[in-house]
């Protein structure tokens, strides 16, 4: 079973940055995408972001385009979110969700981190 | 593509039977999963590719629809299933979620 914990979340200014930390113990497979949800306090969710285990192919929400990143760290079995000139709308609980079980040609977002939250407040 | 859940909030009793529906703005084939999340916790997949159970899902737990109308039915509400649905679709990026069905006791 996958397990999945993030953390870097926290309290940052406005058009500051933050860098956001995924880890993950437990058998994944060698084939599989890592997403990242979010969301707003009292909200529901948005789509984010995700990459293949290789690295080769990353999607982006629009608004984040250009100003979030997500990278990985094989050796260390992690994955980051780098998250730069973050706005206030970027308040979020922000969770890593392992994309493993493969069907009809998608990963499906089977397991889930419990979050970490951002909070961008001046 | 948006993803309209209807209705946003539900009120139910232990041993009803209870359908939300997902519209999508075009179609989406059978990329369609839903989602259960309760207060303070992390969404758990429920189903994928439009009925497919996930594992450790309670039978009484189903999915249905292609295309662009999708239904999530539990055919007799347990204590702990009063929580929130969501429905998301995986047919392009960006992967898009519903806003959202609260469903309360009655």
């Known amino acids: 079973e996958v397990q999945l914990v993030e953390s870097g979340g926290g309290l940052v200014q406005p058009g500051g940055s933050l860098r956001l930390s995924c880890a993950a113990s437990?058998?994944?497979?060698?084939?599989?995408?890592i997403d990242w949800v979010r969301q707003a306090p009292g909200g529901g969710l948005e789509w984010v972001a995700n990459?293949?285990?290789?690295?080769?192919?990353?999607n982006y929400v629009d608004s984040v385009r250009g100003r979030f990143t997500i990278s990985r760290d094989n050796a260390k079995n992690s994955l980051y979110l780098q998250m730069n000139s973050l706005r206030v709308e970027d308040t979020a609980v922000y969770y890593c969700?392992?994309?493993?079980?493969?069907?009809?040609?998608?990963?499906?977002?089977?397991?889930w981190g419990p979050g970490t939250l951002v909070t961008v407040s001046p | 593509i948006q993803l309209t859940q209807s209705p946003s909030s539900l009120s139910a009793s232990v041993g009803d039977r209870v359908t939300i529906t997902c519209r999508a703005s075009?179609?989406?084939?059978?990329?369609l999963a839903w989602y259960q999340q309760k207060p303070g916790k992390a969404p758990d997949l429920l189903i994928y590719?439009?009925?497919t159970l996930q594992n450790g899902v309670p039978s009484r737990f189903s999915g249905s629809g292609s295309g662009t109308d999708f239904t999530l039915t539990i055919s007799s509400l347990q204590p702990e299933d009063f929580a929130t649905y969501y429905c998301?679709?995986?047919?392009?990026?960006?992967?898009?979620f519903g806003q959202g069905t609260r469903l309360e006791i009655k």
């Open positions: 969700i392992a994309a493993i079980t493969f069907m009809g040609g998608r990963y499906w977002l089977d397991s």
């Open positions: 437990g058998f994944i497979g060698s084939n599989y995408y």
């Open positions: 990459v293949r285990q290789d690295g080769h192919d990353t």
């Open positions: 075009q179609g989406i084939s059978s990329f």
């Open positions: 590719a439009a009925s």
């Open positions: 998301q679709h995986l047919n392009s990026y960006p992967f898009t």
